[in-house]
């Protein structure tokens, strides 16, 4: 039992909507799950979220928590930008042995493991990166106001510039648009509630984007298209190879895969993991680097 428990590692998977944190120990994966943890937008919350999470697991596995700091750790955290904030949370959780990033490479080892690839996440927001060879390249994850492109909100925010434009008479009506100015009462509505609206908020009005683009919709499926250019441009500036697996992570990301060229579509595979396996799995690199 000493034995692997000195082999027990130790993983943190967290973003705006959860926290997961995770062990391995004696061959055995020991979970909890918390509230949102970014540590640039609220370092003090997103502390307390790990540590309630590491608690959950102490009392799981019979572990103080002054003993699983100790273990090789991967934390994989949203509003990681720089090795100041990385460092401030490494030293207020007290880890010793601990590679700390963003919430992006756990995503792409969990989904793609070891394999030479690319991950397309067009969630709220979106990020791609490009693994070869173990080594990743990232570009976007900038947020909704720099980036995020192909993200849902930027889909939900195109369309309501497109609504405009039909609005402005630059563009021909379609279902879509003649909707979305019912819905938000008309040009003025669309305005305030663009004005205060949350990516969240902007988010919620893709799926009347893709449930359109299904039905031919000329500006939806204009829109899908334009995310669809950026995903693959992307992937080829991130050195992508044909051939290569792509997986689509996300909750609109899928709608892209009949938009993308051929020689994509014909790879798409699903993923092989949620982030918290990939952040177990880069734990174990910690680990065999310290060994």
Known sequence: ???????????????????????????????????????????????????????????????????????????????????????????????????INDDRPAAVRGALGARDGLIAHCGTGSFL??????????????????????????VGRRALSETLCTYDGTQAETALTQKLLADLQGPAGIVRFAGSATPAQFGALAPSVTSAAKNSDPVARGILQAGADYIAGTARKLRWQPGQAICLTG????????????????????????????????AKEVRHEHQ
């Open 1 to 99: 039992m000493t034995e692997s428990r000195n082999n027990a590692i130790l993983a943190v998977d967290g973003g705006g909507t959860r926290c997961r944190v995770a062990c391995e120990v004696d061959g055995i994966v020991h979970c909890a799950e918390t509230g949102a943890a970014n540590v640039s937008s609220d370092f003090d919350g997103a502390l307390t979220q790990i540590r309630a999470g590491m608690m959950e697991i102490s009392r799981t596995v019979g572990v103080a928590v002054q003993q699983m700091v100790t273990w090789p750790a991967f934390v994989g955290l949203a509003g990681v930008t720089d090795n100041e904030i990385a460092g401030r949370l490494r030293d207020a959780l007290g880890l010793a042995c601990a590679r």
């Open 129 to 154: 990166a490009v693994q070869t060879n173990g080594a990743m390249r990232f570009a976007g994850g900038w947020g909704s106001v720099l980036g995020d492109e192909a993200s849902a909100q930027w």
């Open 251 to 282: 909750g609109i990301a899928a709608h892209y895969a009949n938009y993308l060229p051929t020689e994509m579509q014909s790879v798409i595979r699903p993923s092989l993991g949620a982030p918290l396996t990939g952040a177990l799995a880069l």
